[in-house]
């Protein structure tokens, strides 16, 4: 009996074109938006490139050792800083103004650094070339102190690029890119606008919403098999959908990580939980299928947001003040799912989400199945 | 008056989602757009300050000298503690850049005259490497820990180093922006109006489109037109219907910015933030008629709704600067009536006397829209009707 409903199920969610169209359409255009939105941002305003650079050369020979430290910051290798050019104050100024450069460099009474606006690329370069002056000016004071031709090389040497004073570790081998949230969101909002289906599919088993309700009522299959059925037809669409969306995002190019395996689990349990609170929502009784849809949106919505979908930030916030909050979100849940699979190297974390997803699914459906079973209709 | 009556009830029941728009821009302007504009001019370079967190474990007087250093170059911060996730997490969302660790012996090491790999035993950064914050916040700390080994190294006591460095560090180099870095200062209207776009997009589209829809069923169309309800009658009410609610729209929205922004909005500028709204609303009715005679049911308008406010609020520089987006983007941003709304509030951010053409330009561009939805939201319903009739 299972199979028999699940079957008829399926080819009636699949024969609505409309819904199923949308469904698939929704979270690849949405994707692609947002790719062609930010897609590379991070990689064009966040991480370092070689910075080019033009020198205007107004007062020859005086910026010897300092051209040298240019040269040096320009050679070829994975340690170039800078890509310098050469030019007329007057071609450096254009330069500048038409972006081809983000710093100019005079090399006049004094060295001065044009930049062209406040950024922290602009930052790095003057950190950078104020390391120089203030390297000459350390070494001239230790001479003057009387430090030893050999004491002065040493320091020459440190201070042009020896072996750092620092260790740096990174946290992660996984992608940092802060825009990968908006991605998560997507999969966490067409997850839970699966719940618009299972609205529907939960109303036409109400006998008090339709002609097919009652008549599903008198079939002799019981309530939970049928339940049951449904659920399953609208996991595999639901799951098939987010498989196609999640193929197409790594297609795009956004850094998702390797784990599939993981990210399979996670679209598994989102759609779980989408469809469960489209089921809760449309067990309720006496209310049309138009109120219904009507909540699962604002739930759908507000969640989604919550999980950063507008803007990245306000899941942070909300971890910081009510973390609680995070816990039973399953917008959350899911984008913390796909956050820790990128970037964490323990399984832990990725786990204790998809446990809370289970544990959310598990209860909205219990409290459905309980709802819908004690439905009794006196009169219809 | 009865369409126009049973329009209003319809309409009473999406409210709910109205509310949960007016919500969500709530709390993404107020809660975190506005309080991050800087409402100051730009007028000359100012560095930027990475966010950082440091655990000193050596709480040495070298030790508080470097974190006073850096504490002045940048912005320190505290974070929960220095475990690998809670750093890692803080890192992600950006709410450090570097976190700094100082072990025990550190200033030992530096009055040893330690080499370098023996004093990068006691001082770890971590952070997100290869990254701009990254490597800005790495040099200034590389920086100072090279000379004050240098100057421990020449024989320097601790005090007297960390002296010479924090003397030598003094020098600057002459900074200057060009003349096109200066910036006019930041309106807060400016995103007031921005995020409106993408309420306004998306609320009129799924609290009128449902509305339109009923009136589109076979079977209610049907009834109206036996009826001795005239069918001009009909679209007129519901014209006003739909025209009306814009206005609520409007209204409420420009209520709140008139309280909010108090004496901003009268003056000639206000009134032309205003008036880019009010086309811009007569935009998003005509995508909710536009979207009416596309979708059937309640959650396909929801879903079209969604798609079409978020894309082209991501396209056309709401949710992203417009500086930051391609040309390529930029390119198709000029096909989306988002893209026309927010160059007119970028003009209007700076002195746009001279600009009037231009705003003149970008509301007639809206004007185009709405009559380009109109009509295809007109060519719709004819086919619709007559594949009915079929």
């Known amino acids: 009996m299972f199979f028999h409903n699940y079957r008829y199920a399926l080819q009636s969610i699949l024969r609505k074109k409309s819904s199923l169209i949308w469904t698939l359409l929704f979270p690849i255009a949405l994707a692609t938006f947002m790719y062609l939105s930010f897609g590379e941002l991070y990689e064009t305003e966040e991480r370092l490139s070689i910075i080019p650079v033009a020198v205007v050369s107004e007062n020859e020979g005086a910026y010897g050792e300092f051209d040298a430290f240019l040269e040096a910051l320009s050679a070829e290798g994975d340690d170039q800083l800078l890509y310098v050019r050469r030019l007329s104050r007057d071609e450096a100024e254009k330069a500048l103004a038409d972006e081809t450069v983000r710093g100019v460099i005079i090399e006049g009474e004094e060295l001065t650094l044009w930049l062209r606006e406040n950024s922290v690329e602009g930052t790095v370069l003057k950190t950078v070339l104020e390391q120089y002056l203030q390297s000459e000016a350390f070494v001239r004071g230790l001479a003057a102190s009387g430090a030893t031709p050999q004491e002065l090389l040493a320091a020459v040497e440190a201070l042009t690029g020896g072996e750092p004073y620092y260790t740096e570790t990174s946290t992660s081998d996984g992608s940092q890119d802060l825009y990968n949230n908006f991605f998560y969101a997507i999969f966490a909002m067409s997850c839970l606008f699966a719940s618009f289906t299972a609205v529907v599919r939960t109303s036409k088993l109400q006998a008090n919403l339709g002609a097919l309700g009652m008549r599903r009522q008198l079939s002799p299959a019981g309530r939970m098999t049928m339940v049951g059925a449904e659920f399953a037809a609208m996991l595999t669409v639901q799951f098939a959908a987010e498989l196609l969306t999640l193929g197409y995002m790594l297609l795009l190019g956004v850094e998702m990580g390797e784990r599939y395996l993981g990210m399979f689990a996670v679209l598994f349990l989102g759609s779980c939980v989408g469809i469960a609170q489209g089921i809760i929502i449309g067990s309720i009784p006496r209310l049309s299928e138009d109120a219904k849809t009507g909540i699962c949106v604002s739930i759908s919505m507000l969640l989604s947001c919550m999980a950063d979908l507008v803007a990245v930030g306000i899941k942070g916030l909300i971890e910081r003040s009510v973390p609680f909050l995070n816990r039973i979100n399953p917008a959350a849940l899911l984008t913390d799912a796909f956050y820790a699979l990128n970037c964490y190297d323990t399984p832990k974390r990725f786990l204790t989400d998809l446990g809370l997803l289970a544990a959310i699914t598990a209860l909205l459906l219990g409290v459905s199945g309980f709802v819908l079973r004690r439905n009794r209709y006196a009169s219809l | ?390």
């Open chain 2, 1 to 390: 008056m009865q369409v126009f009556k049973v329009y209003f009830q319809i309409l009473r029941r999406h409210v709910g989602q109205i509310f949960l728009y007016v919500g969500i821009f709530a709390v993404i302007v107020f809660g975190f757009i506005l309080p991050s504009v800087d409402t100051n001019p730009v007028e000359s370079f100012t560095a930027k300050k990475c966010l950082f967190a440091v655990f000193d474990s050596d709480k040495s007087e070298a030790s508080r000298a470097l974190i006073g250093w850096l504490s002045e170059k940048h912005e320190p911060t505290e974070i929960a503690n220095d475990r690998e996730a809670t750093v890692q997490d803080a890192l992600y969302n950006r709410n450090v850049y570097g976190v700094l660790r100082i072990s025990e012996g550190y200033e030992a090491a530096l009055a040893a005259g330690a080499s370098a790999g023996e004093l990068a035993k006691r001082v770890e950064l971590l952070t997100v490497p290869g990254t701009l914050t990254g490597e800005l916040f790495a040099t200034d700390l590389n920086r100072y820990l090279t000379l004050a080994a240098l100057s421990c190294r020449s024989g320097a006591s601790v005090t007297e180093a960390l002296a010479a460095t924090e003397d030598a560090l003094q020098i600057s180099l002459k900074t200057e922006l060009s003349r096109e870095g200066a910036e006019s200062a930041q309106s807060k209207l400016y995103y007031f109006f921005s995020y409106l776009s993408y309420v306004f997009a998306v609320m009129s589209v799924v609290s009128i489109a449902p509305v339109l829809n009923v009136f589109r069923k076979p079977e209610v169309h049907t009834r109206i037109s036996c009826s001795s309800y005239p069918f001009h009658r009909m679209n007129w009410e519901l014209l006003l219907g739909v025209f009306l609610t814009g206005l609520f729209f409007l209204a409420f929205f420009g209520g709140w910015a008139g309280i909010v922004f108090g004496g901003e909005l009268l003056c000639a500028r206000g009134a032309l933030y205003l008036l880019n709204l009010l086309l811009y609303l007569a935009v998003g009715l005509a995508l909710a008629y536009l979207v009416s005679q596309l979708a059937t049911t309640q959650d396909t308008i929801n879903m079209i709704a969604n798609t079409i406010s978020l894309g082209m609020s991501f396209l056309c520089g709401v949710f992203v600067p417009m500086k930051y987006l391609g040309d390529t983007v930029l390119a198709i941003a000029h096909f989306l009536p988002a893209y026309w709304y927010q160059k007119t509030l970028m003009l209007l951010q700076e002195d746009y006397s001279g600009e009037m053409g231009t705003i003149c330009g970008n509301f007639a561009m809206l004007v185009l829209f709405v009559a380009a939805f109109v009509a295809a939201g007109l060519v719709a319903a004819r086919q619709k009707s007559l594949r009915q009739l079929a």
